[in-house]
T-cell receptor, first 115, second 115 residues
Framework: AQTVTQSQPEMSVQEAETVTLSCTYD???????LFWYKQPPSRQMILVIR??????QNATENRFSVNFQKAAKSFSLKISDSQLGDTAMYFC????????????FGTGTRLKVLA | GAVVSQHPSWVICKSGTSVKIECRSL??????MFWYRQFPKQSLMLMAT?????????EQGVEKDKFLINHASLTLSTLTVTSAHPEDSSFYIC???????????FGSGTQLSVL
């Protein structure tokens, strides 16, 4: 069975600085997808970034980038130039690519950006 | 992507009554939708996978007779909480699976409070 672990329940960062959120996962699959979703106080889930396991290149989306270490089963999110609007709950998620695939979410990291 | 509309945003009901939550995919024909439940400050727990034109697949521990799911068209899935009790109070979120993109797009959620 697949599992997703986020070991940092809460983090804070000063505005304009950089922060890294950790995520590890466990699977026996060789091909899969990994995601970071953001849930601000409005509770709307928003896709931040997506990584395909067969791609070695780390995904980037503007100020957001990931460090994907497939052998270590690690998938961290780096937020550069943090903004107040980045304050939210961040969930790491995993999805298989075949069969009855499901999305499995980690327990989340609450990030607070300080002015 | 997909625009997902979920209604109502919040609902208060008396214990013993039933509540229906609608999830509409406005610009994507969704054969698969997912229903999640989220307790305060916790992660998303998958309740069931809603399949258009067929019975939903429920996760272990989720009572199918209590949480009725109907996915009668490619744009609409409904979750009915039957004979609601205070312990059913929670935030319910639907999502649309866009298939080949392996991305989930979420509704804005429904906060259910059972008195």
């Amino acid at each position: 069975a697949q599992t997703v672990t986020q070991s940092q329940p809460e983090m804070s960062v000063q505005e304009a600085e950089t922060v890294t959120l950790s995520c590890t996962y466990d699977t026996s699959e060789n091909n899969y997808y990994l995601f970071w979703y953001k849930q601000p106080p409005s509770r709307q889930m928003i896709l931040v970034i997506r990584q395909e396991a067969y791609k070695q290149q780390n995904a980037t989306e503007n100020r957001f980038s990931v460090n994907f270490q497939k052998a270590a089963k690690s998938f961290s999110l780096k937020i550069s130039d943090s903004q107040l609007g980045d304050t939210a709950m961040y969930f790491c998620a995993f999805s298989t690519t075949s069969g009855t695939y499901k999305y499995i979410f980690g327990t989340g990291t609450r990030l607070k950006v300080l002015a | 992507g997909a625009v997902v509309s979920q209604h109502p945003s919040w609902v208060i009901c008396k214990s013993g009554t039933s509540v229906k939550i609608e999830c509409r995919s406005l610009d994507f024909q969704a054969t698969t939708m997912f229903w999640y439940r989220q307790f305060p400050k916790q992660s998303l727990m998958l309740m069931a996978t809603s399949n258009e034109g067929s019975k939903a697949t429920y996760e272990q521990g989720v009572e199918k007779d209590k949480f009725l799911i109907n996915h009668a068209s490619l744009t609409l899935s409904t979750l009915t909480v039957t004979s609601a009790h205070p312990e059913d109070s929670s935030f319910y979120i639907c999502s649309v699976d866009t298939g080949g993109d392996e991305k989930l797009f979420f509704g804005s959620g429904t906060q259910l409070s059972v008195l």
